[in-house]
Antibody
């Protein structure tokens, strides 16, 4: 069974840092682009970042570029998102998502990040 | 990287058909056939129901169909059922391996 399980969310103060992780199973992890997609409470979906299967390409939405870093470890089938200088507006559920055929194909249940003083 | 435009709400009676639009620009929806649609129930993760404009993943009923004309894509749900009541989102490639979602449409089955 294809599965994505996120962890690492929590409460952090503005300006703080947090590292999210995603454990993948049930498929050949290195063969897929992986993404982070977030959803603020009561709001819509927002694509955050994407990383190529071999890690050679990383792209970010403008609002997080320079603050967030996406990475992957294909030996451990894991995806990460290092989030620095967090802002109140980064508060959201963060989903780890497998990309395929120009779509967000498989979604994890998400991990909640709350940025508040 | 502006969000695609969807109507906030849509509704229909059981058995009827309803269409949800997703309007972008010539830099995203109009430029690529990488338009997808997702269904999301409250408190749950989104699920892919249409990809590459009009293709259905395995297991998605053929009551769901997609199309695109110019800068606007559409999702049509035919033979509405109670279980179709959910939020629906579109997404599109926006160039340079960036991606954009629509604001979402809440579908109500009357």
């Amino acid at each position: 069974e294809v599965q994505l399980v996120e962890s690492g969310g929590g409460l952090v103060q503005p300006g703080g840092s947090l590292r999210l992780s995603c454990a993948a199973s049930g498929f050949t992890f290195r063969g897929y682009y992986m993404n982070w997609v977030r959803q603020a409470p009561g709001k819509g979906l927002e694509w955050v970042a994407i990383i190529k299967g071999d890690g050679s390409e990383k792209v970010y939405v403008d609002s997080v570029r320079g603050r967030f870093t996406i990475s992957r470890d294909n030996t451990k089938n894991s995806l990460s998102l290092q989030m620095n200088n967090l802002r109140v507006e980064d508060t959201a559920v963060y989903h780890c998502v497998r990309g395929s055929d120009g779509a967000f194909e498989i979604w994890g249940q998400g991990t909640m990040v709350t940025v508040s003083s | 990287q502006s969000a695609l435009t969807q109507p906030p709400s849509a509704s229909g009676s059981p058995g009827q058909s309803v269409a949800i639009s997703c309007t972008g620009t010539s830099s995203d929806v109009g430029a690529y056939d990488y338009v997808a649609w997702y269904r999301q129930y409250p408190g749950k993760a989104p699920k892919l129901i249409i990809y590459e404009v009009n293709k259905r993943p395995s297991g998605v009923p053929d009551r769901f169909s997609g199309s695109k004309s110019g800068n606007t894509a559409s999702l049509t749900v035919s033979g509405l059922q109670g279980e179709d009541e959910a939020d629906y989102y579109c997404s599109s490639h926006a160039g340079g391996n960036t991606w954009v979602f629509g604001g979402g449409t809440k579908l109500t089955v009357l």
